[in-house]
């Protein structure tokens, strides 16, 4: 059984940053791959940005590529998203999750766990 618990979201005016975290309890990231996915109001569940149990090749959304960063810090079993230039379209419920090792960090359905999502609103 694997625990997540995403923080980091809030209320911020486009062109700011933040940072999400996403704390892990009961398996190792090193084991697992994972990602980030948002839902928007009204909108499916879409992918944001991933990492494969290596840890080595971030993947990233055209969306956010050139403004998110995904990163793990395998000690404190905790992965981050920092958010840079955001915009008002990045507007969404933000979620982590973690899946079996391979391919696929783009595909919900091959997730085993997720976080229960934190809320992350840009302004214009």
């Known amino acids: 059984q694997v625990q997540l618990v995403e923080s980091g979201g809030g209320l911020v005016q486009a062109g700011g940053s933040l940072r999400l975290s996403c704390a892990a309890s009961?398996?190792?990231?090193?084991?697992?791959?994972m990602g980030w996915f948002r839902r928007a109001p009204g909108k499916e569940r879409e992918p944001v940005a991933g990492?494969?149990?290596?840890?080595?090749?971030?993947y990233y959304s055209d969306s956010v590529k050139g403004r998110f960063t995904i990163s793990r810090d395998t000690a404190r079993n905790t992965v981050y998203l920092q958010m840079n230039s955001l915009k008002p379209e990045d507007t969404a419920v933000y979620y982590c999750?973690?899946?079996?090792?391979?391919?696929?960090?783009?595909?919900?359905?091959?997730?085993?766990?997720w976080g229960q999502g934190t809320q992350v609103t840009v302004s214009s």
């Open positions: 999750g973690v899946r079996p090792a391979g391919s696929g960090w783009n595909a919900p359905t091959r997730y085993a766990y």
């Open positions: 009961g398996r190792t990231f090193s084991t697992y791959g």
């Open positions: 990492l494969n149990s290596d840890g080595i090749i971030p």
